[in-house]
């Protein structure tokens, strides 16, 4: 494929990419970053594979960075998934006191 289909088909995923996420409901938020944390895990372990391939040592540094930003990626989400649905947790009142 030559670099204009390529960068048009980036361009196409950039937008439906977009579109996407804005249009989710926000009770599907928690099963989509589900979802993403999935596919980052995905991409590790691509990732590991082509480092593991590559024969140029630019290409080993590349296949680090793509572990190293996955995985602040699926952190990331991780954590923001655990805080999301600790505000649909009730919270626990004291004894003793009445609920009006």
Same mark, same amino acid.
């Given at each position: ?23 989710? %409901?926000?009770?599907? #938020? %928690? ?65 003793? %006191?009445? #609920?009006?």
């Amino acid at each position: 494929m030559d670099f204009v289909s390529i960068l048009s088909v980036f361009v196409l995923a950039c937008f439906v990419g977009y579109y996407v996420v804005w249009s989710v %409901t926000p009770a599907l #938020h %928690t099963p989509l970053m589900a979802v993403t944390n999935a596919i980052s895990s995905v991409i590790i372990v691509g990732a590991l594979i082509a480092a593991a391939a590559a024969g140029a040592p630019g290409a080993k540094w590349l296949g680090l960075l793509g572990v190293v930003l996955a995985s602040v990626n699926i952190f990331g989400g991780f954590a923001v998934t655990a805080r999301m649905l600790a505000m649909y947790k009730k919270k626990d009142r004291p004894a003793g %006191t009445v #609920h009006k």
